[in-house]
């Protein structure tokens, strides 16, 4: 065994174990998978880069529930990881931020969404939004039995998981899982962290074309960009990004918030001068914390009392 494939595992060993921490429980989102179809020798996949753990091929959908530690104030935050809709950057967009969360008496659920592909899903452009959908239901229902109060239900996203909050935020009227009990799927809040906001210009072409297709309609362009699906409901928004953001373009973001302004929605955003993208929690290229930011604007909205 070489020294490099030693300290690759040695590595996958740490995320790993950092991911399963003694606070954290999985939690599968469906008894009978929607919309899937068997293809053989397709299996969920993770590796390691630059230190992150990154998960492909996800065919099991779960939650990984993070309990809130030394106090609880019954706000719960579902989280999910961006990656082009072609994997999950879960570490340090997953599994690093639920556990600041948790150090603030903030229960969290990283959720590992399906990510579209023909080979085992039908009508793949909906699987994404429908475990959105299926993971705040699960939360409310559940919200008893996880000592969270059901009108404190958030939803964050990081790039292209950015986009699938923002769909949750804008579509809940669309429910595309089982509901007979009619449980809302409208988050109280939403946490945009450099996201994709659109499909049209200005958006991250991978994004669009992994949930989409190449040869999508215009139809299906305007359904999934979010700026244009904001209505006097979408829930109060937080918002992140760098300006010299050269993956997803700062214009996301920005035309978001003119939609939400012009919809007289509450919002706030940070535009950082640097920064670029997928930094996580991390910008280290400047001395503010945007996690700062975002605890002060949660004690504002009434999040952080217990």
């Known amino acids: 065994m070489t020294f490099k494939v030693i300290v690759h595992l040695i590595s996958m060993a740490l995320l790993v ?13 469906y008894q009978n998978i929607p919309g899937q ?8 996949k993770t590796s390691v880069q630059n230190s992150r753990l990154w998960v492909t091929e996800v065919t099991v959908p779960t939650l990984r529930y993070y309990a809130p530690r030394g106090r609880n104030t ?9 990656g082009g809709y072609a994997g999950l950057a879960i570490s340090h967009e997953g ?39 299926q993971a705040i239901k699960i939360v409310r229902e ?55 906001i659109t499909f049209g210009k200005y958006t991250h072409k991978g994004s669009r074309d992994n949930l989409l297709g190449s040869d999508t309609t ?49 919002n706030e955003a940070h535009i950082y001068p640097t920064g670029g993208h997928g930094f996580g929690l991390n910008n280290n290229t400047i001395k503010d914390k945007w996690f700062d930011r975002l605890t002060n604007w949660m004690d504002s909205e009434g999040l952080l009392k217990e």
């Open 17 to 29: 174990k950092a991911g399963y921490s003694q606070s954290s429980t999985d939690i599968p989102l």
């Open 37 to 44: 179809k068997n293809a053989p020798g397709y299996i969920e």
């Open 74 to 82: 019954g706000t719960a935050v579902i989280i999910c990881p961006g």
């Open 95 to 133: 599994y690093d931020v639920a556990e600041k969360f948790a150090s603030l008496g903030i229960s969290s659920f990283v959720l590992k969404y399906r990510l579209p592909d023909d080979r085992i899903m039908e009508d793949k452009k909906i699987r994404p939004l429908q475990d959105a959908q």
């Open 142 to 196: 559940n919200a008893a039995k996880y000592h969270i109060n059901p009108n404190k239900i958030g939803i964050m996203g990081f790039s292209a998981g950015g986009h699938l909050a923002a769909t949750v935020s804008t579509h809940f009227n669309d429910v595309i899982i089982e509901n007979p009990g009619n449980t809302s799927v409208r988050p109280d809040f939403s946490i945009l962290i450099y996201p994709v």
């Open 218 to 266: 215009q139809k299906w362009i305007d359904y999934f960009s979010n700026e244009k699906q904001v209505s006097p409901h979408t829930p109060a928004t937080f918002m992140v990004h760098a300006n010299d953001d050269n993956t997803v373009p700062v214009m996301n973001t920005l035309n978001y918030i003119r939609a939400l302004n012009l919809a007289g929605l509450k």
